[in-house]
């Protein structure tokens, strides 16, 4: 059976910046949580963050490709640079995938780590621009096909492939 590695806030889990889950209701999610389908991990609490924390954007409307090539950087709102610690997390999101076999990762939009349609532009102003977070960047550049939950049923139709 395929896996999938899921944001953890979409399950419900209170590990978001503001202390809060994001949690996503949908019937595929109940199905493949009572499968032992899904592999919950936060890639921010497992680079070292702590909930709550200071929101961070990638800056300067740079993506989570440009962070691993070391052009961008991870600017949290008080000005902190946080780069390491979204690296960090994805390294270990991306072990996490190889070790419970996940083929596909289940990620909320618009985090500077899980975002793979589109993510925060630096501005901390709500504005979003295309491209991937930290962590999406990496688990798709090692094979792992990453979904946003608005294409939770394209996620589906490719299990139903497997
Ligand atoms: Fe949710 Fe991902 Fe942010 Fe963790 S890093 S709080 S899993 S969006």
């Known amino acids: 059976m395929d896996k999938i590695l899921i944001s953890a806030c979409l399950l419900g889990a209170p590990v978001r910046y503001d202390g809060k889950g994001k949690p996503l209701a949908h019937p595929l999610i109940d199905r493949w949580r009572s499968q032992g389908r899904l592999v919950s991990f936060c890639p ?11 929101p961070a954007e ?8 440009a962070v691993l ?10 000005g902190a640079d946080v780069t390491e610690m979204f690296v960090e997390g994805a390294r270990r999101a991306l072990a996490m995938a190889r070790a419970e076999r996940c083929r596909y990762a289940l990620l909320i939009d618009g985090s500077p780590s899980c975002g793979s349609l589109n993510i925060y532009d630096g501005r901390f102003s709500g504005g979003r621009h295309a491209g991937r977070g ?16 608005v294409d939770i049923d394209r996620l589906a139709a490719r299990l139903s492939l497997d």
């Open 134 to 149: 930290v962590t999406a960047a990496l688990l798709s550049a090692h094979g792992v096909e990453v979904f946003a939950p």
């Open 58 to 65: 990638i800056a300067d409307e740079a993506t989570g490709d």
């Open 69 to 78: 090539a070391g052009e961008g950087r991870v600017i949290d709102i008080d």
């Open 44 to 54: 921010e609490l497992a680079g070292g963050f702590q909930t709550p924390r200071p």
